[in-house]
């Protein structure tokens, strides 16, 4: 949820300051953009609390429950960029919630 919620605000700020070139001006711009610098923060916080999963759980079934959060994404791309969801992205979703259901329950 963190790193979806991350990529969300990373998405505005990108669409906020309408990136040319990477030069410093754009980066400076980075740091002036408020999605952007939150963004940052959570992916670092992110980071951190991935190091305590990892500890906690096998990499076998830590990693592939990240994908999880490319159904968080489709949901917070819907309500707050107003994206549409289509048929063939709710079969995809599904057959990615089933994989990882399907992992859990082969531990």
């Known amino acids: 949820i963190i790193v979806s919620i991350a990529q969300l605000l990373l998405k505005i700020g990108a669409n906020d ?17 408020k999605y952007l610098l939150i963004g940052f ?8 609390l991935w ?3 990892l500890n906690k759980f096998p990499l076998s079934i830590a990693y592939p429950a990240m994908s999880l959060s490319y159904i968080s994404i489709l949901f917070l791309s819907y309500l707050f960029l107003h994206e549409t969801i289509s048929f063939p992205k709710i079969i995809g979703m599904s057959l990615i919630f089933l994989g990882v259901i399907f992992l859990f329950k082969a531990q």
């Open 17 to 33: 300051i309408k990136i040319i070139k990477l030069d410093y001006q754009t980066f400076l711009r980075f740091f002036a953009n």
């Open 41 to 48: 923060l959570l992916y670092g916080f992110g980071a951190m």
């Open 51 to 53: 190091i305590y999963i």
